[in-house]
């Protein structure tokens, strides 16, 4: 469960994420220390329903802890 950081409200979670007009998604990388040690993931949004501030996220961060 996702609290919204200005009101307290619980966020509605699991949104996907797109770039309007285009088919291509945002993605988040991080470059580690070879060639399989390289963390990417698609972020997914959380949106609050009563203020409207949106919280993005991803669902294995431990992936990007190297
Ligand atoms: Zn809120």
Same mark, same amino acid.
């Given at each position: 469960?996702?609290?919204?950081?200005?009101?307290?409200?619980?966020?509605?979670?699991?949104?996907?994420?797109?770039?309007? *007009? &285009?088919?291509?998604?945002?993605?988040? /990388?991080? @470059? *580690? &220390?070879?060639?399989?040690?390289?963390? /990417?993931? @698609?972020?997914?949004?959380?949106?609050?329903?009563?203020?409207?501030?949106?919280?993005?996220?991803?669902?294995?961060?431990?992936?990007?802890?190297?």
């Amino acid at each position: 469960m996702r609290i919204c950081h200005q009101c307290q409200t619980e966020m509605i979670a699991d949104c996907n994420v797109n770039v309007e *007009g &285009g088919l291509y998604g945002i993605k988040i /990388s991080k @470059k *580690g &220390g070879g060639i399989f040690r390289r963390a /990417s993931a @698609k972020p997914k949004a959380a949106v609050c329903p009563d203020c409207g501030n949106v919280a993005f996220y991803i669902e294995d961060p431990r992936a990007f802890r190297v």
